[in-house]
C-alpha cells in the first residue's frame, strides 16, 4: 500500500497548523505512519496462514479465524491512520479556497490566507473536533471487536464445522500485543494533543475577542 498521499496531506497540514499541532503532525507521521510501514505490517503480513487449530477439519480454520479475528488489526489500524488525518483535509481546502478568491478577485482579501481567523477558525476547530472523535470510535472498536487489548496465545473454538471445541493457536501473539499496546498508546496521546490544541485555539481567540471589546470600549 502506497502512503504518499498521507505524507503529502500531512507536510500540507504542518504548514497551517499551530505549535501542538505540529506535535500531532510527528507523532501521526514517526509513531504511527512509520512505525506500520517500518514493522507493524510484516507482523501482521501472514496472521491467517499461521493461525493453527488442532484439527484439520475442511472450513474449521476459516470459520474460527473470523470469529475471533472479523476484521484484521493491521488493516483497522491503517484504516484508523487515514481517517483521522482526513479532517485536516479541511483546513487545506479552505486555505486553497481563500487563495483562488484572491486570484479570482485579483486583489488581497486576507492578510494572511493560512491564518487561523473567521471562517477558516471554525474550519480548524471543527477537524479538531472530528479527529478527536474517530480517535476514540476507533478505540471502542477495537476494545469491542477483540474484546479488550489483548492477544491470547490460544483461543478455544467449537463453532460449526468444527465437530468439537478445538484449540486453534496465534502466532507471535507477544509481540502483535506489543504493537497493540503501542497503537492505543500513540492514540491516547494523539487525543491528549488535540484535545490541548482545542483548548489552545479556543483559549487564544477568547482572550482575541476580549482585548478587542476592551480596546472598543476605551475608544
Not at 483535509?89 to 492578510?111: D, M, P, S, T
Not at 480517535?135 to 469491542?144: A, N, P
Request: hydrophobic letters at 45%.
Amino acid at each position: 500500500m502506497s502512503w504518499a498521499f498521507l505524507r503529502d496531506l500531512l507536510s500540507g497540514v504542518n504548514k497551517y497548523s499551530t505549535g501542538i499541532g505540529r506535535i500531532w503532525v510527528a507523532v501521526v507521521f514517526m509513531f504511527r505512519l512509520l512505525v506500520y510501514v517500518a514493522a507493524a505490517e510484516n507482523i501482521w503480513k501472514h496472521e491467517y496462514d499461521e493461525f493453527e487449530c488442532n484439527i484439520k477439519q475442511p472450513g474449521c480454520e476459516n470459520v474460527c479465524f473470523d470469529h475471533f479475528f472479523p476484521v484484521s488489526h493491521i488493516r483497522l489500524w491503517a484504516l484508523q491512520l487515514i481517517m483521522v488525518s482526513t479532517p485536516s483535509l479541511l483546513v487545506v481546502f479552505h486555505v486553497a479556497y481563500r487563495e483562488n478568491r484572491e486570484k479570482h478577485h485579483n486583489q488581497k482579501l486576507y492578510k494572511n490566507p493560512g491564518k487561523i481567523d473567521g471562517g477558516l477558525l471554525c474550519t480548524y476547530l471543527i477537524s479538531l473536533i472530528l479527529k478527536i472523535g474517530l480517535e476514540i470510535v476507533f478505540l471502542v472498536l477495537f476494545y469491542k471487536l477483540y474484546n479488550g487489548f489483548k492477544i491470547p496465545r490460544f483461543v478455544k473454538c467449537d463453532i460449526k464445522p468444527c465437530p468439537n471445541t478445538v484449540d486453534c493457536y496465534i502466532s507471535k501473539p507477544t509481540e502483535k500485543m506489543i504493537f497493540l499496546y503501542f497503537l492505543v498508546a500513540t492514540s491516547c496521546l494523539c487525543i491528549i494533543l488535540n484535545l490541548g490544541e482545542l483548548s489552545y485555539v479556543i483559549f487564544k481567540y477568547s482572550i482575541k475577542c476580549y482585548l478587542k471589546r476592551h480596546m472598543k470600549k476605551q475608544q
